[in-house]
């Protein structure tokens, strides 16, 4: 079976249509481990929840947390790690050594790069009035959002779009997204 690691810097919606998708036998994949650098994130209290291994790791908890990052992933066996939400830049030997993949909320390359992610790219994707947006499952490598895409979805804007309903069409159109392309690994 699969092992997955999840890293997620606050609600983990990918998180979650994972651990759905495991429940409802559609996923053949283990979450083994879940990590936040944020204290307050609600991933972290959903991992606890599902009484899945979770920890917490950031510049306060750990002086090197990349390298704590490493460590906790070869610890408990992951093959994937799957970036939901994850704000933080990950290190060469993580993206080395892991098959790391990332949900992107627009068509990449449009709307990738630092600073782009949630309500920003919708806010982008609404201002320069684009007739569609989606989202991208990509391999992660060194640059934000620059990795090989696996699989993108679109869907048409609406003519009263706004940020918010943007937002949430983009989120139910992520979970099918996620888990097409788990299916496969």
């Not at 979450?31 to 307050?40: A, D």
């Not at 947390?65 to 970036?83: D, M, R, T, V």
């Not at 982008?124 to 640059?143: L, P």
């Amino acid at each position: 079976m699969t092992k997955l690691g999840i890293l997620a810097s606050h609600n983990g919606s990918g998180f979650n249509a994972i651990h759905k998708a495991i429940l409802e036998k559609e996923l053949d994949i283990q979450i083994t481990l879940v990590i936040s650098n944020n204290t307050n994130a609600v991933v972290l209290q959903n991992a606890q929840k599902y009484n899945l291994n979770n920890s917490l790791v950031n510049s306060k908890t750990d002086e090197n947390p990349n390298e704590k990052i490493y460590s906790l992933l070869k610890e408990h066996e992951c093959e994937y790690i799957f970036l939901s939400g994850y704000m933080k830049k990950l290190s060469s030997k993580i993206i080395n050594e892991f098959k790391v993949l990332n949900s992107h909320p627009s068509l990449l390359p449009k709307y990738g790069g630092s600073g782009m992610y949630g309500k920003f790219v919708h806010e982008a994707v609404i201002k320069n009035a684009e007739k569609e947006s989606g989202v991208t499952i990509h391999k992660v490598s060194e640059e934000y959002d620059e990795g090989k895409i696996l699989l993108q979805k679109k869907l048409t804007l609406a003519q009263d779009e706004s940020v918010d309903s943007l937002e949430q069409k983009i989120k139910q159109l992520e979970r099918s997204a996620i888990v097409k392309v788990l299916k496969n690994v």
